[in-house]
Nanobody, 126 residues
Framework: QVQLVESGGGMVQAGGSLRLACAGS????????MGWFRQAPGKEREFVAA????????SYADSVKGRCTISRDNAKNTVYLRMNSLKPEDAAVYYC???????????????????WGQGTQVTVSS
């Protein structure tokens, strides 16, 4: 079992930046591929970014590519999502997810993940 706790959400003006963090506990964090997803009101949850267990491979949704960076610190059992140039359409609840993985892959689909955090709210004012 893995427990994931997100933090770092809040309210920011358009054009601003935030860094979200997801702290994992309960299992060896470095054996998990990690992902960030988001869900805005009235919309389905969507993929934002993913990273392989070692951090060598990353993937981003087109909507955030060039503005977001996913990274991880396995010594701290934490994965991060740095978001720059935030837009009102980035407002959502952001969730981190974990998938046990030894292949070095990243994963872009919800159904592939085994564990989820409770989410952190990001609000962007225009």
């Amino acid at each position: 079992q893995v427990q994931l706790v997100e933090s770092g959400g809040g309210m920011v003006q358009a054009g601003g930046s935030l860094r979200l963090a997801c702290a994992g506990s309960g299992r060896t964090f470095r054996t998990f591929a990690m992902g960030w997803f988001r869900q805005a009101p009235g919309k389905e949850r969507e993929f934002v970014a993913a990273i392989s267990w070692g951090g060598a491979r990353t993937s981003y949704a087109d909507s955030v590519k060039g503005r977001c960076t996913i990274s991880r610190d396995n010594a701290k059992n934490t994965v991060y999502l740095r978001m720059n140039s935030l837009k009102p359409e980035d407002a959502a609840v952001y969730y981190c997810a974990a998938k046990e993985d030894y292949s070095g892959s990243y994963y872009q689909f919800e159904r592939e993940y085994d564990y989820w955090g409770q989410g952190t709210q990001v609000t962007v004012s225009s």
